[in-house]
């Protein structure tokens, strides 16, 4: 059931719990105070006074910085950026923050000294949503960097760097991108986050999933290595979806890669459990009953919105709608989607078993048999049938073009589009009924890095190209022994993969302009070491209006 609230549909809370009800009073308060706070702040920095303390609350008596997960933005428009931080002094013990309200003063300016201020405010970092702080700074100019930070009391950021995108009537003539997914904690270290943050001239980084997981690589597998310790158990709950968050973003690394740019990110499984379905857990999920897995999605939801930079209100129960455009000028419409929450559950291969391996089976060619859910489906639709913009993003989890393993329905992975045969088919003809020009779609999930059209038939060379597909490799979860072992039978079994790489980790630098789209995979040499090498083992490039080949 939905309710309107000043414009929006606000879902109701999944459940009759007051908590939630008081909760979401208690938020929409500490924002209005937010708001007055942050006028009086200004007013009082416009009159004269040095730094606005007449408008702030006492800060809390913290023996530590409260800053350990460093900040980041995102979800950036042409006039405004979500500019985020949590505070968390014990950070891997819940935060260990006091259970009081926070005044956090934040400023942005368009020098790298923060000594030419355009906008600053106080947020309110509240307990209920474990003291995360998103600030939607507005009214900026369009196709600029900025500067950043925050500060309590004596504590205060470094400076990050963001910037907005081009307006809407803009015709820019280049964007420089990243695309990364999935980084376990302790197998290895985010070298490639290193070399990421070491790019000069990044306008965005994509996030495709897989942004923390919910065990370890040891717990997951009796036989799983790590370079680096992981003490936390699974998580089940708010504070070990936290702490999980937390241990994640204790790497300097990522720290950096978020300080360098905004982010425009989606989730896939592992921010709530591994393969998981809509209200459907794994087999052999710690939480299997429905209702304990929608508490559990809940708490997984939420974490992941705390800390995330993203123009969302925060969820109150098990479900958030994370499906959201964004524009690059007239050069690129990015469509964020969201995979996950409304696919149904998988009833093909050994259920039992929890096998996401094997034969397509009736009920996945049925027309309600879904992976992005029916509202999604239109609002794709919409969204693709309205874009003018030359080059179409299609930002989203699991891999899109046809894995082949053998003749016949004999096996496919389940999990990724494959396992959704007739969904796939209803988005690909969205594709082609919209006429959006030069659709390019980047996914994650499977670790290794795979480059390949999306064709009309799969199984014919000559058939119609509908997109280019670029598949990013992990930052740092383990690759796909198994996988390997069969790149080559894929391959030949796929006239459409162009290129594969099923051992190294890194990511992909996008490098787009009017004419062309040119990709670079970079990998990583020994990801065991902080300092390996990382090189860019293949080059791609898609003419405007043409077909994929090698750089």
């Known amino acids: 059931m939905r309710e309107r609230v000043d414009g929006r549909f606000v879902r109701a809370p999944f459940s ?64 405004g950026v979500v500019l985020w931080t949590r505070l968390a002094p014990d950070p891997l013990a819940g935060g260990g923050m006091p259970d009081e309200d926070v005044d ?36 900026l100019d369009a196709d600029r960097p900025y500067w950043y930070r925050f500060r309590v009391g004596d504590f205060e950021t470094p400076v990050a760097r963001t910037r907005t995108m081009p307006a809407a009537s803009a015709s820019p003539g280049r964007m420089r991108m990243g695309q990364v997914s999935c980084q376990r904690f302790d197998p290895v270290f985010f070298v490639a986050y290193r070399d990421l943050a070491a790019t000069e001239d990044l306008d965005l ?6 942004y923390i997981y919910e065990k370890s690589s040891v717990a997951d597998d009796a036989s799983g290595t790590s370079v680096r310790d992981d003490p936390l158990p699974e998580a089940i ?18 720290l950096a890669a978020h300080a360098i740019a905004p982010w425009l990110v989606t989730w896939d499984d592992h921010e709530v459990e591994n393969n998981y379905t809509s209200d459907s857990p794994e087999i052999g999920s710690e939480t299997p009953g429905r209702e304990e897995f929608l508490a559990r999605r809940a708490a997984a939801y939420q974490a992941w919105w705390e800390h995330t ?33 409304y696919r149904s559950p998988q009833v093909c291969g050994d259920t039992e078993a929890g096998l996401d391996v094997g034969p397509r089976c009736p009920e996945s060619f049925e027309p ?43 096996i496919w992975n389940l999990d990724q589009w494959d396992g959704y045969p007739a969904a796939r088919d209803r988005f690909f003809e969205t594709l082609r ?7 390019v779609v980047l996914s994650g999930d499977v670790h290794s890095s795979w480059v390949g059209s999306l064709a009309a038939d799969f199984d014919d060379p000559a ?49 787009v302009t009017r004419d062309a789209w040119r990709t670079n995979v970079r990998l990583v040499f020994d990801p065991t070491m902080e300092d390996s090498q990382v090189e860019t083992e293949s080059s791609w490039v898609v003419p405007a209006g043409g077909t994929l080949s090698e750089a």
């Open 368 to 410: 309600e048999f879904t992976a992005l859910g029916d509202e999604q489906e239109g609002w794709v639709a919409d969204q693709l049938a309205g874009s003018d913009a030359i080059w179409n993003v299609i930002v989203q989890q699991v891999v899109m073009q046809q894995w082949r393993f053998a003749p016949g329905n004999t």
């Open 104 to 139: 956090v003063v934040w400023e942005l300016g368009t020098d790298e000294d923060l000594k030419q201020t355009v906008a600053q405010g106080v947020a309110s970092a509240i307990p209920e949503l474990g003291h995360s702080v998103h600030v939607d700074a507005s009214g």
């Open 16 to 79: 009759a719990d007051a908590a939630w009800v008081g909760l979401a009073a208690r938020i929409s308060r500490r924002r209005f105070l937010g708001a007055a706070a942050a006028t009086a702040f200004l007013a009082a920095c416009s009159s004269g006074g040095s730094d606005g303390g007449e408008a702030l609350a006492p800060p809390p008596s913290l023996s530590s910085d409260p800053f350990t997960l460093g900040v980041a933005s995102g979800d950036p428009t042409d006039d």
């Open 433 to 439: 009924a919209s006429g959006a020009s030069n659709p």
């Open 205 to 210: 980084v994509v996030h495709c999933g897989d």
């Open 309 to 341: 930079p993203v123009r969302l209100d925060a969820p109150s129960g098990p479900d958030l709608r994370i499906y959201r455009p964004a524009s690059f000028g007239d050069l690129a419409r990015f469509l964020v989607l969201d995979t996950r929450q």
């Open 463 to 511: 058939s119609e190209i509908l997109a280019t597909e670029f598949v990013a490799t992990a930052i740092s979860s383990e690759p796909s022994g198994a996988l390997t072992a069969v790149t080559d039978v894929v391959l030949d079994n796929s006239p459409h993969i162009a290129w594969a790489e099923t051992t190294k980790r890194g990511w992909m630098l996008h490098d």
């Open 237 to 254: 709950d708010l504070v070990g979806y936290r702490n999980r968050y937390a241990l994640t973003k204790s790497d300097e690394h990522l």
